[in-house]
């Protein structure tokens, strides 16, 4: 049996089966995004994510400072969707023994931007060399306080559905990125291309959201909206039902879903790595946090859905009243196409 | 100007420069292979390493299980190194679709048996696609207190170098693994290619070394004697001495020296990743850490020569009287073959 046939959940459920281990100091441990260690009154988050070259990023698309700012802001993201605080950062380069210096002192200037944006220090790394394409790993360490973690479980039937900012933009501007043919005005281009290349990481908006104490489970965007809202549900033994005509799409990837066909909802629904946070919170609280997140970071808020009971299944509901079952039809590595 | 024109370590100063910050949380920053950040009385360590199949690794020369344990291993070794206490793993791997899953289980499995031999565990990581070869990178993060860390910086002219255990088996077991042809009976053979495939990290007897007091800097060998032994002369700014006669070979290192025409010394002096530690004491301190460590670990230690004033250089001395200039003659990452 080859990894291709069972996919990248399952492989990782199995390999959790080997090597977790139950110890009091891991509050989260293997399976999670994120692991999760007890230091007296804060927790210690500890989380990895890769850039592979010709899989995740393509060096006539992506600059060498882009990527860089990508694979740290990757990586801040995860800690942000436990609302936690990043402190440092260890950069795993594998390359090329032909790679120019500059390409690679641009990746460290990228890396540098990104970390100084969000107080994340580089302290150390690995350096080797690849045969062929070139391997980024960047491991991001981060705190929070044990009464703001905030985790894939925890969300309740009734609780609304929420993200920040706006989804979509990153498949689109992959689209983009895959045919630049496309007639779209410089500025739009542009915005969905930054979205795609150099995602926000929603730490500050974390945060805030974190203390305001409405919040009941949390992730961030990494692999598309059905994907992502399906580990809450997984986690948390719940269902959902997502609103299409909801969803905060920007008026660029909406003229792109127009360019090809594709009914907007599709785009963020996919695999679409748009970094935004996704939570779930009691109804009655959204309107209050919406306002003061609005406020504090100039960020907003959307209500795109509400937890049902696990038995009721996950939905995306139309506007002509048609219901689409959520698969897990997001990213998935490994996976032969269907 | 490409990598290979500059080599690994000036290609790590470089990047240092564009990514160190200057922050009282960060006691060893980017350049060390292990980071060291502030925790009240004690200290986090942090550290990353790869293995690179077709560069640090062959599928058909080593077995998952032992690729697991290895890539930890030598991690933990860089933990060692700084007399800290391993405590959690991260492991990100990017695979061809078409790995075995008992492949990827297998690499967990040595994995889990590496980490609980050293009360470490595997908390997390990432699973990516890659395009041809396979990557792994393991984070480990440490502890240590204070007043036991053990730094490449403190080494005095007049201190005794020493190592533990013996050195040049992995250089040995490399040779054994690419001519396996060479006449050597089954368990000198299987020495030596345990050696090489599934080394020990010193992880206790760095901590008995550090408790003694006696030690002023320490390293792991993980590139060859010559150039590891030459970042404790750059970071204490001093020379070094070295007798080859005294360097702990082991019977079956020697008999593979003999058998493919090379002086002993050679195999330990270039890219020996033998995960020994090396490290620096007061003369008069050696014999007495000596006996306590045999006694508690049932390693051995070897005094191998004796630090100079920067001034005087790097050397090993033959025993014809002859000296030879220690270069970074151990493992260099991207550099052209002279």
Request: proline share 5%; glycine share 10%; hydrophobic share 45%.
């Amino acid at each position: 049996m080859r990894i291709s046939d069972i996919g990248e959940f399952p492989l990782i459920d199995r390999v959790a089966r080997i090597a977790s281990i139950e110890r009091p100091d891991v509050i989260v441990g293997i399976g999670d995004d994120v692991a999760v260690l007890a230091d007296g009154e804060e927790l210690i988050l500890a989380t990895i994510d890769s850039q592979v070259e010709g899989v995740h990023f393509l060096r006539d698309v992506i600059s060498p400072w882009q990527l860089g700012r990508r694979a740290l802001a990757i990586n801040l993201s995860d800690i942000a969707a436990m609302a936690g605080r990043p402190q440092y950062a260890l950069v795993s380069l594998a390359l090329p023994s032909d790679t120019e210096v500059d390409w690679v002192e641009d990746l460290y200037r990228g890396l540098r931007e990104e970390g100084n944006r969000f107080q994340t220090a580089v302290v150390g790394g690995n350096m080797a060399r690849s045969l062929g394409s070139t391997f980024i790993d960047v491991c991001v360490l981060g705190r929070v306080h044990r009464t703001h973690l905030m985790l894939r479980s925890g969300a309740q039937p009734g609780d609304r559905v929420v993200v920040t900012g706006s989804l979509g933009d990153a498949a689109a501007g992959l689209i983009l990125a895959e045919h630049p043919d496309l007639p779209m005005t410089g500025a739009q281009r542009d915005q969905l291309l930054d979205r795609f290349l150099t995602p926000t990481p929603r730490v500050g908006e974390a945060a805030v959201i974190a203390r305001s104490g409405a919040a009941t489970a949390m992730i961030d965007i990494s692999d598309g909206l059905s994907s992502d809202i399906g580990h809450i549900c997984d986690r948390s033994e719940v269902g959902v039902r997502l609103w299409a005509d909801r969803l905060p799409i920007s008026a660029a990837a909406r003229r792109v879903a127009e360019l090809t066909d594709k009914p907007p909802w599709r785009l963020p629904l996919g695999a679409s790595d748009d970094y935004e946070l996704c939570f779930t919170a009691r109804p009655d609280a959204v309107e209050e946090l919406a306002a003061s997140l609005l406020e504090e970071t100039g960020t907003p808020l959307t209500p795109i859905g509400q937890v049902l009971p696990a038995r009721k299944g996950r939905w995306l509901a139309l506007t002509d009243g048609r219901e689409i079952e959520l698969g897990a039809a997001g990213w998935q590595h490994f996976r032969r196409e269907e």
